[in-house]
């Protein structure tokens, strides 16, 4: 049973946010509207992690849940404890991948 979760923290959204009752046919909630590539870049580290560790994810559902919310010094020790899996030189650019704010990835040029 597969319980990784590979999206960006941003992607969740209150559910106040979401149109969960449209009354016209154009109201139904568009799923790729607010997509960005530093959502691919957060996915991207991920895959990567799960590659470089044979096969560990980073995050579970609940996991990726409690990263979103979490403070600042608590989403780092989680983003640490992913590094320590990893070769060494891998370590700071995953990280950067897996940051929380999506300003702070790296851009795609650039990997």
């Known amino acids: 049973l597969r319980l990784s979760c590979y999206l960006a923290p941003e992607r969740f959204c209150a559910s106040q946010e979401l149109n969960l009752h449209p009354t016209l046919p154009g109201e139904f909630m568009d799923v790729s509207k607010g997509l960005t590539h530093a959502m691919d870049i957060f996915s991207l580290g991920c895959v990567l992690v799960e590659l470089f560790t044979e096969g560990q994810c980073p995050f579970t559902y609940e996991l990726l849940v409690k990263y979103k919310h979490a403070s600042n010094v608590e989403a780092q020790e989680m983003i640490q404890k992913i590094q320590e ?3 060494e030189e891998l ?5 950067l991948m897996l940051h929380r704010n999506p300003a702070k990835r790296p851009k795609a040029s650039v990997l």
């Open 91 to 95: 370590r700071s650019l995953i990280g």
């Open 85 to 87: 899996q990893l070769p």
